[in-house]
């Protein structure tokens, strides 16, 4: 399993908007350094899943649409189309002779997905310091 960027990026953008309450997108590439085209793109996916909303006009910008303690890192990969996949043959059944890791590969593949729906976004801010960059 990797982690992409869109999903880096995504959380990235959400621990700014958390410590800022209502910021525009440009101020959000200013402080992660992350293209403002790449955050419309996953802000479209953020919007629909509900975790961040927007609001337009002079002090308009993004704000979350939960609590902190509501958004899961898990929440955040699948809004971004991200999925949790440790091996093909965890999802589909394509292997035609199971292995001997199958169960194992089954079980690892549980406790990522327990794991990244207990972590939240408060957690990943008081985990990531004060003095830690975006």
């Known amino acids: 399993m990797k982690i992409t960027k ?4 995504a959380i990235r953008a959400l621990v700014a908007i958390a410590e800022s309450g209502e910021i ?4 959000i590439a200013e402080k992660t350094g992350i293209s403002g085209k790449f955050l419309e793109q996953i802000f479209i996916d953020l919007k629909k899943s509900g975790i961040i909303a927007s609001k337009r006009g002079l002090h308009g910008g993004y704000h979350l649409s939960k609590d902190l ?10 809004s971004v189309g991200e999925e949790i996949e440790v091996a093909p043959c965890i999802k589909d059944d394509e292997c035609s002779t199971p292995c ?5 590969l ?5 406790k990522l997905l327990e794991y990244t729906k207990s972590v939240s976004l408060k957690d990943i801010i008081e985990r ?5 960059e975006y």
């Open 24 to 27: 525009s997108i440009n101020d």
């Open 100 to 104: 001997m890791v199958k169960n194992i």
């Open 128 to 132: 990531g310091g004060k003095n830690a």
């Open 106 to 110: 089954v079980d690892i593949h549980e």
């Open 6 to 9: 869109r999903t880096l990026y």
């Open 69 to 78: 303690k509501k958004i899961s890192m898990y929440d955040v990969m699948e």
